[in-house]
DNA sequence: TGGCTGAGTTCTGTATACATAAGCCTTGTA
DNA sequence: TACAAGGCTTATGTATACAGAACTCAGCCA
């Protein structure tokens, strides 16, 4: 693995996990001795956490963490809302049925996990993920992908903010199953509309739980 | 300006204009004496323009120039169609109705600007950025601007492909101004609904002048 | 006492030298 | 003659040294 690499991994996890609180200068040589590489691998690092951004350039002077403020997450669901809606459509038009039948299926057994220790929760994570990637794969449009793949950086970052707790837990198990059964039955409407239902029940649980006193917390 | 500002910008606009062609090796010592400048900076820019899709590393063996194939643009038209559809609904909810209305009359006046020479025709393609600008102040979504943004760089590089002759400037003007009226109308679907007819009527059009064997003469 | 100016310090931006790995060509052998 | 193995070439990946710019802070002047 590259070292520009490893500082990348290192420094966006840092970053997501809130390990690197926003506002914080990443200096150049400070990061690089932290790392234990030199500046030049640490500099793309930096490049393509800003590209991505998850970092800014303060005008000349060293590059900060951004901020994610409660007006971003609004704005950051309304773009979702529009990009994975669509994508659920068209994963609605598209995909194979018996393969979203499947993780239906699997879906309406995740509570039996929820309530489970660490391993179990990590696997009803990993389902989710796969309807993700199943829908990546099925709507076959890599800058549409692409554009959520970006999108799903930030999303990560609000959502560790959220206390996901069982209950809500369960509650979005079943979401994601109303989406796989709408794909699975080919009908891009309501895949959308079950979509659109998900995230805002998502965004309304973030906002909750994440009240402007705990985010001074953070910051 | 930085020396790694300047090979981005210079690189960009090289792919972009199509002077280097889909599939050329941008080596790393070559372009840095192509351009005057060093490695350290050209790396960064190399870094940029892999992260907005416009090259690609080839398996480490240097970045390559990204390809668009006619699937390709169908694809980003799907996906500027969800964005910019998305867009101009916000627009219309949330804009400001007198500065659509006014890019609305200059729009239908546009006619006379596209018939002229190229400082006249200069002022449309300036005319037409001024709605984009418009649209992107009038929503207040950052991310769903930023996603925009970066689609538009591969769209001009579709556009450097089809013929944009008079009158389908002509017919795109009548169309944009169809939609800066839904805007100030503040009519969220329709202006959707504008944008929509819009966007396939550009694809209709690129995809009719920009047959497989007009691309072959490319690369 | 407040503001301004200057040197000092420390940062980023760039260049270059070195390390390493991946192709490619050559050569030898079957 | 074809294939494989090895060295050679050349590329990228990394480290470090140098240059330039910006912020800071102290001292001076109004």
């Given at each position: 693995?590259?070292?520009?690499d490893k500082a990348?991994?290192?420094?966006?996890?840092d970053?997501i996990?809130w390990?690197l609180?926003?506002?914080?200068?990443?200096?150049?040589?400070?990061q690089?001795?932290?790392?234990?590489?030199?500046r030049?691998p640490?500099?793309?690092?930096?490049?393509?956490?800003?590209?991505?951004?998850?970092?800014?350039t303060a005008g000349g002077r060293?590059?900060?963490?951004t901020?994610i403020?409660l007006?971003d997450?609004?704005?950051?669901?309304?773009l979702?809302?529009t990009?994975?809606?669509r994508?659920?459509?068209?994963?609605?038009e598209r995909?194979?049925?018996?393969?979203?039948?499947?993780?239906?299926?699997?879906?309406l057994q995740a509570?039996?996990l929820i309530?489970?220790?660490?391993p179990?929760?990590?696997?009803?994570?990993?389902?989710?993920?796969r309807?993700?990637?199943?829908?990546?794969a099925?709507?076959s449009?890599?800058?549409?992908?692409?554009?959520?793949?970006?999108?799903?950086?930030?999303?990560?970052?609000?959502?560790?903010?959220?206390?996901d707790?069982?209950?809500?837990l369960?509650?979005?198990a079943?979401?994601?199953?109303a989406i796989a059964?709408?794909?699975?039955?080919g009908n891009?409407?309501?895949a959308?509309?079950a979509?659109t239902?998900h995230l805002?029940r998502?965004?309304?649980?973030?906002?909750?739980?994440h009240?402007?006193?705990q985010?001074?917390?953070h910051?």
């Amino acid at each position: 693995m590259r070292a520009s690499d490893k500082a990348y991994a290192a420094l966006r996890d840092d970053i997501i996990e809130w390990r690197l609180l926003p506002g914080t200068v990443l200096a150049e040589v400070e990061q690089s001795e932290r790392l234990g590489i030199s500046r030049t691998p640490l500099r793309e690092a930096l490049s393509r956490l800003t590209a991505e951004g998850l970092t800014t350039t303060a005008g000349g002077r060293g590059v900060v963490v951004t901020d994610i403020s409660l007006d971003d997450i609004d704005e950051l669901f309304e773009l979702r809302e529009t990009l994975e809606g669509r994508a659920a459509a068209l994963a609605a038009e598209r995909g194979d049925p018996a393969t979203f039948e499947q993780l239906r299926r699997e879906l309406l057994q995740a509570p039996e996990l929820i309530g489970g220790q660490d391993p179990a929760l990590h696997d009803y994570y990993g389902l989710v993920g796969r309807l993700d990637a199943a829908i990546d794969a099925a709507i076959s449009n890599a800058y549409l992908v692409q554009a959520m793949r970006s999108l799903r950086v930030h999303l990560v970052r609000v959502r560790r903010l959220a206390a996901d707790d069982a209950a809500r837990l369960t509650a979005a198990a079943a979401e994601h199953a109303a989406i796989a059964e709408a794909i699975a039955a080919g009908n891009p409407r309501l895949a959308e509309a079950a979509t659109t239902l998900h995230l805002h029940r998502s965004l309304s649980h973030v906002k909750a739980t994440h009240t402007p006193q705990q985010r001074e917390h953070h910051g």
